[in-house]
């Protein structure tokens, strides 16, 4: 069984910083990719970043400059880092991860999301 869980979201005002955190766990051989995601409300699920085991990362536009991606491999976490918050950064913020099982299997999770309003 493999559990990603996020934490972190709140409220917060424009102009703002918010710290997310994804801790992956469970029967877990090894963690390629992991992902941020993030659907606001009436909209599809967006990409807003992603990294690589190795620390490489990639942003969308919308959070260049604003957002920052990390990860701990030793903890087997992700964390994003907001500032600058906007009202329309507002959204359920979800983690994905790529993994592979001590089992072999290799599989993409999701987690539950984390609410984050940014409020005007």
């Known amino acids: 069984q493999v559990q990603l869980v996020e934490s972190g979201g709140t409220l917060v005002q424009a102009g703002g910083s918010l710290r997310l955190s994804c801790a992956a766990s469970?029967?877990?051989?090894?963690?390629?990719?992991m992902y941020w995601y993030r659907q606001a409300p009436g909209k599809q699920r967006v990409l807003v970043a992603r990294?690589?085991?190795?620390?490489?990362?990639d942003y969308t536009d919308a959070v260049k400059g604003r957002f920052t991606i990390s990860r701990d491999n030793a903890k087997n976490t992700v964390y994003l880092q907001m500032n600058s918050l906007k009202p329309e950064d507002t959204a359920v913020y979800y983690c994905?991860?790529?993994?592979?099982?001590?089992?072999?299997?290799?599989?993409?999770?999701w987690g539950q999301g984390t609410q984050v309003t940014v409020s005007s």
């Open positions: 994905n991860a790529d993994l592979q099982l001590r089992s072999g299997f290799t599989g993409n999770y």
């Open positions: 469970g029967s877990i051989f090894s963690i390629n990719f």
């Open positions: 990294i690589s085991t190795g620390g490489s990362t």
